[in-house]
């Protein structure tokens, strides 16, 4: 029924998969839950190799039991793989625009979604139709290390595919893309989550745990419950959110209630406060408890790289096109994105350029470095300062200008996606290496760019 391959769980049904036999795996399969070892596996996948149909019913059991699974490991990777043409467009089709758990074409394409020291220097192929699916995928796979080249079209990935080994093309997959059922916001250091209704057997499997991760990944430790419109708990609603804490032990993570209505059942919130759980009388006495502010303080402090890294991943598509955009409508000039990797900073001292860097500061702390190649350096000038001969003097002040425009084009992607930020004055230097001797080592996403047919590359280092 199931088989493990490196750390990957696949649960393998055969034939006709309806709600009863989805019922009869899964209930075999949670049999045996207390045996697997959740820390020495990074996903759980239904395989459809087997499978001759499905129905809707067969497939949202699974589907709700693989999600229920991340209780056990945050970023545990859950979803379908092995389907034929024919499975991946009826599910597509069944799940329409709120596909909630993720379709791997094979187990191939699901490893490439593993965070391993592997991803490194290999180049992928994404080709999906979905442009959504295709900003998000490209953004996790370059995270994680890979050079994602991305096709544009059928006619360009029928071309570039024959210079791609098969577990090296990523097509035919997409990623879960569940809204939160509970709503959160970031409020100082915490962030504060407002369920509604009933918090019961259901919540488990509607709570967004992707979104949960990417808190903690970004560096918060403090998560506050306000209990205001809940109507209804029970002993599954409490072991809910005992388990948000309980899994989370080793990253810190502390969890509070607060506004609890005098209606509901007093013996369960006991319950929950007796797993160290904390309740505060309203969200003013969490947000003010200086012990948990010092915690949540510590935390955010050690992880703002993966705060920076978290917010630029999630605006690379739109960072990527101000850029381009900005050069054509600036200068006129042809720009067009060549690669983009996940690095740790070097320079080529070989490169003949002119570099500039620019500080962001506020809610996410950035440093951009702008390299231009020498000669597209002074195409630049030229078109700025409409002259045919520019002397050193007038490179660096044409480049400081282009670089202050550009880093002007990215701050209003990232204010549009609600970050608060304000930019230093360009600093630009003949000598690059004066400005890479800081940086050397950091991790950094390198975007290399082509503007008439010359290098550009931009480096982003939180």
Same mark, same amino acid.
């Given at each position: 029924m199931s088989s493990k391959k490196d750390n990957i769980l696949i649960i393998s049904p055969k034939n006709y998969l309806d709600n009863d036999k989805a019922s009869e795996y899964?209930?075999?399969?949670?049999?045996?839950?207390?045996?697997?070892?959740?820390?020495?596996v990074d996903a759980v996948v239904v395989s459809l190799l087997q499978v001759s149909s499905f129905n809707r019913n067969g497939i949202i059991l699974f589907t709700n039991f693989l999600i229920s699974l991340k209780k056990y490991k945050l970023d545990l990777l859950v979803g379908f793989v092995d389907y034929d043409d024919e499975q991946f467009y009826s599910l597509r089709q069944m799940f329409d625009k709120n596909l909630n758990i993720a379709l791997y074409k094979d187990i191939a394409i699901l490893s490439c979604f593993i965070k391993s020291s592997k991803n490194?220097?290999?180049?992928?192929?994404?080709?999906?139709?979905?442009?959504?699916?295709?900003?998000?995928i490209f953004?996790?796979?370059?995270?994680?290390? /890979?050079?994602?080249?991305?096709?544009?079209?059928?006619?360009?990935?029928?071309?570039?595919?024959?210079d791609f080994e098969k577990e090296n093309i990523i097509t035919q997959t997409q990623l879960a893309m569940i809204e939160d059922n509970i709503a959160s916001r970031v409020v100082d250091e915490f962030v504060i989550y407002y369920p509604e209704g009933s918090l019961d057997g259901e919540s488990e499997t509607?709570?967004?745990?992707?979104? /949960?991760?990417?808190?903690?990944?970004?560096?918060?430790?403090?998560?506050?419950?306000? /209990?205001?419109?809940?109507?209804?708990?029970?002993?599954?609603?409490?072991?809910?959110?005992?388990?948000?804490?309980?899994?989370?032990?080793s990253k810190?993570?502390?969890?509070?209630?607060?506004?609890?209505?005098?209606?509901?059942?007093?013996?369960?919130?006991?319950?929950?406060?007796?797993?160290?759980?904390?309740?505060?009388k309203d969200e003013k006495s969490l947000l003010n408890d200086s012990n948990l502010i010092s915690h949540a303080k510590k935390y955010i402090e050690k992880n703002?790289?993966?705060?920076?890294?978290?917010?630029?991943?999630?605006?690379?598509?739109?960072?990527?096109?101000?850029?381009?955009?900005?050069?054509?409508?600036?200068?006129?000039?042809?720009?067009?994105?060549?690669?983009?990797?996940?690095?740790?900073?070097?320079?080529?001292?070989?490169?003949?350029?002119?570099?500039?860097?620019?500080?962001?500061?506020?809610?996410?702390?950035?440093?951009?470095?702008?390299?231009?190649?020498?000669?597209?350096?002074?195409?630049?000038?030229?078109?700025?300062?409409?002259?045919?001969?520019?002397?050193?003097?007038?490179?660096l002040d044409s480049i400081s200008e282009?670089?202050?425009?550009?880093?002007?084009?990215?701050?209003?992607?990232?204010?549009?996606?609600?970050q608060k930020i304000s930019l230093s004055t360009p600093k630009t230097e003949r000598f690059i290496l004066k400005l890479f001797e800081p940086i050397v080592n950091k991790k950094a996403i390198k975007i290399e760019f082509i503007s008439n047919k010359q290098p550009l590359f931009l480096y982003l280092i939180p």
């Open positions: 899964v209930e075999k399969f949670n049999k045996d839950i207390a045996k697997v070892d959740f820390s020495k490194k220097n290999r180049k992928l192929l994404l080709y999906v139709d979905n442009k959504n699916q295709e900003n998000w953004s996790e796979l370059v995270t994680l290390g /890979f050079t994602v080249v991305i096709a544009k079209n059928d006619e360009d990935f029928e071309k570039l595919k024959a509607k709570f967004n745990y992707k979104i /949960f991760h990417t808190y903690i990944m970004q560096g918060f430790s403090v998560f506050g419950i306000d /209990f205001s419109d809940v109507e209804f708990i029970n002993n599954r609603g409490a072991n809910f959110i005992i388990n948000l804490q309980k899994q989370s032990y810190h993570i502390k969890v509070a209630l607060f506004n609890i209505g005098a209606d509901l059942n007093q013996n369960i919130i006991q319950y929950i406060n007796q797993h160290d759980i904390v309740i505060f703002s790289s993966n705060i920076g890294f978290s917010i630029i991943k999630k605006s690379l598509p739109q960072i990527i096109e101000s850029v381009i955009e900005s050069i054509d409508t600036m200068l006129d000039i042809k720009c067009e994105k060549k690669e983009l990797k996940a690095i740790e900073c070097n320079l080529d001292l070989n490169l003949k350029a002119i570099a500039s860097e620019i500080d962001f500061k506020g809610s996410v702390n950035l440093k951009l470095i702008f390299v231009y190649d020498l000669e597209l350096a002074k195409d630049i000038s030229k078109k700025m300062l409409l002259i045919e001969k520019v002397g050193i003097n007038d490179l282009i670089t202050n425009i550009l880093s002007g084009a990215i701050k209003t992607v990232l204010s549009n996606d609600g």
